[in-house]
C-alpha cells in the first residue's frame, strides 16, 4: 500500500473514492499542505489529529489547542447548569449553544451564523457590560464572597471564556490579521454576557 495517494491537479475523485482513501488515511487533496506522513498501514500517530477532512496535525496545533479551550468551556457551562436553580438555565443554555455553534463553525471552516443571547444582539450585549447602569444595574462591580456561589461561578466562566478567547487569537491570527474575526467577537461577547448575568446574580 503506498504511504498517501495525493490527487493530480485537475483530476476529480467521486464521493465513494475519496470516503475510501479517507478512510484508509491516504487522501491527500493538491491544495491542501499535509503537516503529517501517513503511515504505510494507514495508522494514525497517537500524538496527530485531524484538523480537517484533509489534513493531519499534532495535537499542540494552535486550533487544536482551541478546540480544546471550547471543551472546556462547554463543560464548565453544564456544571453551572446542573447546580443553579430553574430560572438560570435558559440564560446559561444560550451561552452553551453559542459555544457550541462556534465550536462548529470552526471545525467544519463555515462562516458563524447570526446569534442572540437572551434576546440581546452582539451590539446589546456589549453595550450591557460596559454602561451596566443604563440596563438597570446600580454599576459595575469587583467578585466578592457576598455576591454568592452562582455569580462566582459566572465569573468563572467570564474568565475561561476570556482564556478561550485569548486562544482563538492565537489560533488565528495570521501575522497582520484575525483570519476568523467571526468567532473572535462572538467569545468577546460571551465573555461579556457572563459578566452581565454575574452583575444580574450579585444584586440578588
Known sequence: MPEQYQIPAGCKLTPAARQYLMDLRLYRHPSVRSSV??????RKP????NLNAH?????????????????????????VQTSCSEEWRPPLADALQLTRSV??????????????????????VHRCSHHPEEFGF??????????????????????????????AVQAFWDG???T???????????????????????RR
Open 180 to 202: 476568523r474575526e467571526d468567532l473572535v467577537m462572538a467569545l468577546n461577547r460571551l465573555s461579556s454576557y457572563f459578566y452581565v448575568l454575574q452583575l444580574r446574580a450579585a
Open 103 to 124: 465550536l462548529a463553525a470552526e471545525v467544519r471552516e463555515i462562516p458563524l451564523g447570526p446569534w442572540s443571547l437572551q434576546g440581546m444582539s452582539p451590539e446589546e
Open 176 to 178: 497582520q490579521k484575525i
Open 37 to 42: 506522513p501517513v503511515s504505510v498501514k494507514g
Open 55 to 79: 489534513e493531519m496535525v499534532c495535537k499542540n496545533h494552535p486550533r487544536i489547542h482551541f478546540r480544546g479551550k471550547l471543551d472546556t468551556l462547554e463543560s464548565e457551562i453544564l456544571v
Open 46 to 49: 497517537e500524538h496527530m489529529t
Open 138 to 167: 446600580p454599576g459595575h462591580i469587583l467578585p466578592a464572597p457576598e455576591h454568592g456561589l452562582l455569580a462566582a461561578q459566572l465569573n468563572r466562566l467570564r474568565a475561561i471564556t476570556r482564556e478561550t478567547e485569548l486562544a
